[in-house]
């Protein structure tokens, strides 16, 4: 098991080798690796060894190779079913994103519980109100939620995600969920973004 | 200097603590703000530990005491002023969010190019056209800069912003951005958020 904080810096990786890939780029270096994503050389090296991926002196590193390893941890090969609950501004801009479901996600079904947002098509999905969250997962076999709806919305979606078998919740709502422990949460908050360039401003440091 | 790791979940730790001072809460064993953010108990103590605060066996941590430490780290009583670019749906999320903002954090001003958008009003302020980026930053004297346009904008908007005078930029449009090395630029990929989930499941694992 790979500790998170590394597992965080592959999903980076791995966006900058797809742009590498795209540009027909077929080595790179851990230094160009680290200034792309932010992260010292070090470490770079160091979660690449921890892959068995080893490069060479001089040349660095083969993309291919890489990107392929990565994708072998993060198991992209088995598309992944996610549905979203909540389409205000938070759940458009993602659904909407061609970046946020990638690497083997896809989304399959969106809920909302404004008359005035079911029955519309947001990204080719037409949004489906509350009462068919469980019954729809069940049928898709969908394991992933994302949840983007107020603070005070959250644990009913929450509950009727887990019925229908979600056990996967990306939470994007200020709230602590409820779940049966087999039930895995992250939760997003945003501000912890600008908050961690005010701690770089304060201590008058580099990044 | 504190690792970022330990940075970010101080950041996370303090949402804790804020509620709990709101539920009139005085003191926190290091087992439940782990289980409130999903951190390892023992990190928490170790992260508390640098900070020079220590929990009392069986009664835990005194709330304020933590929360006040926390809060020197990141200096937040100094009000800082962020400008937005880019009013989708993202932008609007985050300025309409009543969490993205805090800690000391304040929207000064907001920008868009589209006809459609300037002149309105999001969040009681009046979005401004992309000419008024760099003077407006430059009086307002804002350091920081939130960057939420598509990734072919990402540039310009970035280079005016930093004409202006700001220094430290969360940007979540999927593009590399040329800054000067003076300037700090954290990039905030959401997808990373579904990909930790899929190693999760994929390997088997609990969170
Ligand atoms: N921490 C951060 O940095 C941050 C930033 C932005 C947004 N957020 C959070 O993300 C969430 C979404 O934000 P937003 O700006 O998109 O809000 P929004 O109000 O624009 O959208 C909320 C959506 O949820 C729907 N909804 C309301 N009650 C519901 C219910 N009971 N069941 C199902 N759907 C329901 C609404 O119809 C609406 O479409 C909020 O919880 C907000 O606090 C957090
Ligand atoms: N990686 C992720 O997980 C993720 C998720 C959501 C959004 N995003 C990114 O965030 C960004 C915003 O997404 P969105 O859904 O809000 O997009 P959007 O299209 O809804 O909003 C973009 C806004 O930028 C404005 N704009 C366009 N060109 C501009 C320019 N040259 N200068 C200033 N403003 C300009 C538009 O008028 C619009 O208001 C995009 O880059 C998107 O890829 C990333």
């Known amino acids: 098991k790979l500790p998170e904080a590394t597992v965080l810096r592959l999903g980076l990786y791995q966006r900058v080798l797809a742009e590498f890939a795209r540009a027909r780029r077929t080595t790179i270096s851990s230094d160009e690796l680290g200034r792309h994503t932010g992260e010292n050389p070090a ?17 660095g590193y083969d993309v291919g190779t890489i990107a392929a390893r990565i994708d072998e941890v993060f198991a992209t090969s088995t598309p992944r079913r996610v549905v979203v609950v909540g389409l205000g501004n938070l759940g458009r801009a993602l659904v909407r994103s061609r970046s946020f479901f990638q690497q083997g996600f896809e989304v399959a079904a969106l809920f909302d519980s404004s ?19 469980t019954p729809e997962v069940e049928a898709l076999g969908a394991r992933f939620g994302v949840l983007t709806v ?16 979600v056990g996967y919740i990306v939470n994007f709502a200020p709230k602590l969920l409820q779940v049966e422990t087999t039930v895995v949460v992250r939760y997003v908050d945003l501000s912890i973004e ?7 401003e304060a201590q008058g440091l580099r990044s």
Chains 1, 2 share one sequence.
Do not use: F
């Not at 470490?43 to 001089?58: F, P, Q, W």
């Not at 079911?118 to 109100?129: D, L």
């Open 43 to 59: 470490n770079v090296r160091k979660d690449l060894s921890r892959l068995g991926t080893l490069g060479t002196r001089g040349t």
């Open 115 to 133: 008359p005035a947002v079911v029955g519309t098509t947001v990204a080719g999905h037409v949004v489906q109100p509350m009462e068919s969250v």
């Open 150 to 165: 107020p603070p005070e919305a959250a644990q009913d979606a929450v509950e009727r995600l887990v019925r229908g078998g």
């Open 194 to 200: 600008l908050q961690m360039l005010g701690y770089v």
